[in-house]
């Protein structure tokens, strides 16, 4: 049996061509065809109800309270009973026809791995921006030198659609982190260059409706996941990203110490306090829409969490004042290390005390 799962969100207009395209190509072959929605507003999940009466290989998992592209491709694969297991996104973008070159090459070749590649030299790109294709091209050589050089030849290591051999993939599907960038990605990741990997020449469409689900907090996810890769994914993924947010504060517990001591002549040590303070809002409200989007903090709720994680950093933010203030008086006047020295206390109270009290649901 073959297994095609497709990850959607909002995507009403192009679900039903889509199956209806995958179910000519794949008729010769025993089938199932699982659509895993995130329970879109647009009425995808209606569409592909609708369509599932008139063909009982396509199945249908509407996700309620849970999102997210890897977490959907994850549970899919895991759902599918196929031998072979095909990704596609569920926009049209990628032209169905290929995957039948996947599983032709994917079974003669005995390969773990078959990737729908953007960047052979056969593989044609109708859909994608020259802004887009540069930002891909970037990702994709960031990605070649964090991953094992088994894998260096490949050309599309973010590719949204691949073909997997069940038996031999399966103990790595289960291990991959949910909130990661790329399935591909952490699965290439997680395996060191234990698999047979190919590619096929992909023909990437324009897409017809709806938009692109590419935003600032999907580029977030891939930095967390080069950097998780480099630190032998020995840190967690959270831990990577609440860090990152945290030297975001620095910068602005600096400029606004700064700002009120060099402009308003305020004295150091009654500015501190102020700078401290807002370098804390400001690392909630930017961990709100990064590192804890999936447990994100909204309305009442909202100013509810960004009270409880000022409780939560009280303790270090009055040491963060008393040490900061202890080494520019008593070992050095320079405001700039003395700060430094106080940030570095908070980091990890921060991070266990906010996942556990402020955005609890994500332990």
Sequence with gaps: MISIVIPTFNEVENIVPLLKNLTVLVSDFEYEIIVVDDDSPDGTSNEVNKYMKSN?????????????????????LI????????????????????????????????????IGSRFLNNSKLEGLSNKRSRGSKIANKLARISLHKNYSKLTDYLSGCFCLEKEMAKKYIRKIE?????????????????????????????????NSKLDIAIVWDFLISIIHNFTLRLLPRKAISFGLVGISGVFVQLFITSFLVEIFLIDFYNALPFAVISAATSNFLINNQVTFRSDRLKNLALLIGLLKFLIVASLPVIANVGITTAIYKYISPDT??????GIAIVYAWNYLASSSFVWKKSI
């Design 336 to 341: 700039f290390i003395a700060q430094i020295a």
């Design 178 to 210: 949910i909130n990661g960038f790329k399935f591909l990605y952490e699965l290439l990741s997680l395996s060191k260059g234990n698999l047979t990997v190919l590619e096929v020449p992909l023909i990437f469409k324009e897409r017809r409706f709806g």
């Design 79 to 114: 759902f599918a009973q196929g031998k072979y297991l095909l990704v596609l996104d569920g926009d049209g973008q990628h032209h169905p026809t290929f995957i039948l070159d996947m599983i032709e090459k994917i079974k003669k070749n005995k390969s773990d791995i078959v």
């Design 56 to 76: 009982n290989s396509i199945k249908l998992i509407t996700r309620i309270g849970r999102s997210g592209l890897s977490s959907a491709i994850k549970e899919g």
